[in-house]
């Protein structure tokens, strides 16, 4: 049975704990996070997971918000008309976590950006790509010139496995503390505006009821 007016917050898995962390400190009540398969491990993109995702979190709340960099129209168009459900477009999903000017910059420098989840598992990254370590040193060396760690505080490894994936790779890296503060903003705006629609629908609701209840009483 769907709760009542209750939000998920669907994001991609390598961003769960940060987005989990997020909710736990905030204490946002009927609010549940929930993730999708990480587009860039899962190739080819498979609807079929991403559907069974939705439809999970369709099971349980009546709205859902997707922060998605890697799922365009046409998957969309595969899954059909989802009721209460916003796609929010990413140009990639580190931009949950810093400024765009900041890490725009970045990329112009030829660093490729990294979050803890994506490094912790850049193994399964590097198999999915079909790449052998020279393949990978030759495909990043093209257009990357230092691996660079948007740093959340949410894994007290992640620097190990940046040591690890910079030495696969050959490449020079660095890390960036940015912690969690860019990611809270950004999902409590839409956790507030989702709120204050609630509140509008549910006076709506309620001034239609009286408006009912008013006419009735005429007629008796």
């Avoid at 909710?23 to 009540?29: A, C, K, T």
């Avoid at 099971?59 to 008309?81: A, K, V």
């Avoid at 765009?100 to 198999?127: F, S």
Wanted: proline share 2%.
């Amino acid at each position: 049975m769907i709760m009542a007016d209750k939000l998920c917050i669907m994001v991609c898995r390598h961003l769960e704990q940060e987005a989990r962390a997020i909710s736990e400190s905030e204490g946002f009540e009927n609010v549940m996070v929930m993730t999708y398969p990480a587009g860039c491990e899962d190739m080819p993109l498979d609807i079929g997971r991403l559907a069974e995702a939705i439809n999970s979190c369709k099971n349980t709340c009546n709205y859902l918000h997707i922060f998605e960099s890697f799922y365009t129209s046409d998957i969309q168009n595969n899954l059909g008309t989802v009721e209460n459900c916003c796609f929010h477009k990413l140009e990639g999903c580190f931009y949950l976590l810093a400024g765009k000017y900041v890490l725009d910059r970045y990329l112009t420098e030829g660093a490729h950006l990294l979050t803890p989840g994506q490094v912790k598992n850049w193994r399964r990254y590097i198999e999915a790509s079909g790449f052998d370590q020279k393949a990978a040193q030759g495909f990043f060396g093209e257009s990357t010139k230092r691996l660079l760690l948007l740093d959340t505080g949410v894994d007290t490894r992640s620097s190990d496995y940046l040591k690890e994936f910079a030495g696969f790779v050959n490449l020079p890296f660095e890390t960036v503390p940015v912690g969690l503060d860019y990611f809270r903003l950004f999902i409590t705006k839409h956790i507030l505006e989702w709120r204050t629609n609630t509140l509008r629908q549910d006076a709506a609701n309620l001034a239609k009821k009286n408006a009912d209840y008013a006419t009735s009483l005429d007629l008796v």
